[in-house]
């Protein structure tokens, strides 16, 4: 099993129950002096953060010191005046909802057919529908070796940008997903990957005598994709036989683990099929009508928008003040690392320029909206409990100095090199 699974977050219960029984003995954090810095908390802690906290997911911003035993969240005080010891930002680190980071090696591809001396004629088909698509051509010829080097370089670089969970559409079956675990761990950072996993093999409609075994076959390896993954991220519902697609569903839903699937990018032709799935989530949603969000939302659906990958591609814009009016829970991802970097900062500024969305709904789409999509009930907020998924940020750089309100210096302004570091 990837990334952090029910048995992970019954431990983090048990050590945060465990913390609160101390605290309220006394025992976990014994009084200090006004020379240890730290208000009336000392002593048997590993860590200790200070600053502007953006706590809780509206976010409260409150200063004060962030408390961390065991890596888990224990304590938040808030503090004025002359105790303060810092005036860093302290952020919760971003959920990166949706990526294929397998292309990494494929930085700088060809867009389309050039049209003039000085434009291409974009084609999102050329570009990543299987099974001709250029990344799909690309990704066969990688060895396994190039593989998962390249992608333990893109968790690292995530890393780097203050992102805690990524979910990633994972090509290649049984071996694609193994080869980004194999990745994740070599990288050794305390970033997690829910991966969704994509079978290699199809399976035809109407089985006959000569199908049977190759419908096997596809059972097999979807059972084997489903004991490894935590879900299956199918490529759109135009690229498969409705008979997988129903297996797909059938089996990951049978198993409890999640069923993702992109839909409506190029146009609205598979929004329909996709919802007819009862998917867990749905990605892109770029030409989705209003009566397709409200089917959405009455299903409580969450939709991952994935703003630069549609701008580079040039399917579009997703109508994402739509999909927040129909109440729906919205986050970000970043798509493919051969179109973008996987740098939520700039998605927000994006975000943020383009359809004017209030900074504080932007703060949710890209911590804790992305957290509870995937099911990553750990993190997403800096709360009492949670795992202590933070990063620091400079205020006093030459990009943050000067500005007034904290959130909104966040959301439009604030990039990767403002990052002191990560907790």
């Not at 697609?245 to 409890?256: V, W």
């Not at 999509?373 to 205020?395: H, P, Q, Y």
């Amino acid at each position: 099993m990837s990334g952090f699974d029910d048995s992970d977050f019954i431990r983090l219960l048990e050590i945060v129950e465990q913390t609160e029984k101390e605290r309220r003995s006394g025992t976990a954090f014994p009084k200090s002096t006004d020379a240890d810095g730290y208000g009336d908390y000392a002593g048997d802690y590993d860590r200790v953060v200070s600053g502007l906290i953006f706590a809780c997911d509206g976010p409260d911003l409150i200063y004060g010191n962030v408390y961390i035993q065991n890596g888990i969240i224990c304590e938040i005080e808030e503090l004025r005046g002359s105790q303060m010891k810092s005036h860093n930002w302290i952020v919760p680190r971003f959920v990166n909802a949706h990526t294929h980071i397998g292309d990494t090696l494929l930085k700088d591809p060809p867009l389309g057919s050039e049209i003039s001396p000085y434009a291409y004629r974009r084609d999102l088909d050329s570009l990543v529908r299987p099974p001709n698509g250029l990344k799909h051509r690309f990704l066969s010829d990688l060895s396994t070796e190039e593989s998962v080097d390249s992608m333990e370089s893109a968790i690292w670089n995530m890393y780097q940008n203050g992102i805690s969970v990524f979910a990633d559409f994972r090509e290649g079956g049984v071996a694609g997903v193994s080869a980004l675990i194999e990745a994740s761990k070599n990288a050794a950072r305390d970033i997690h990957p829910i991966i969704f996993g994509r079978p290699l093999l199809s399976a035809p409609r109407i089985p006959n005598s000569s199908d049977i075994m190759s419908s096997h076959m596809f059972l097999d390896e979807l059972r084997d994709l489903l004991e490894l993954a935590d879900g299956i991220g199918v490529s759109g519902a135009n690229d498969m036989d409705e008979y997988v697609l129903a297996k797909i569903a059938s089996k990951t839903q049978s198993k409890r683990k999640k069923l993702a699937i992109h839909a409506g990018e190029k146009d609205r032709s598979d929004i329909d099929s996709a919802l007819s799935l009862d998917p867990d989530l749905l990605i892109h949603m770029t030409h989705a009508e209003k009566n397709d969000l409200k089917k959405a939302a009455d299903a409580n659906i969450p939709i991952t928008v994935c703003l630069r990958s549609n701008l580079v591609t040039g399917v579009g814009l997703p109508p994402v003040l739509d999909m927040l009016d129909a109440g729906i829970s919205v986050s970000i991802g970043t798509d493919n690392i051969m179109l973008n970097s996987p740098d939520v900062f700039e998605e927000l500024h994006f975000l943020s320029k383009i359809y004017g969305i209030t900074d504080s709904a932007l703060f949710k789409m890209a911590t804790v909206n992305g957290a509870n999509a995937l099911g990553c009930r750990f993190t997403g907020s800096i709360e009492v409990g949670k795992k202590a998924d933070m990063m620091v940020l400079n205020s006093k750089s030459l990009n943050l100095k000067h500005v007034k309100d904290p959130l909104a210096g966040f959301i439009r302004r604030a990039d990767t090199a403002d990052i002191l570091g990560i907790v």
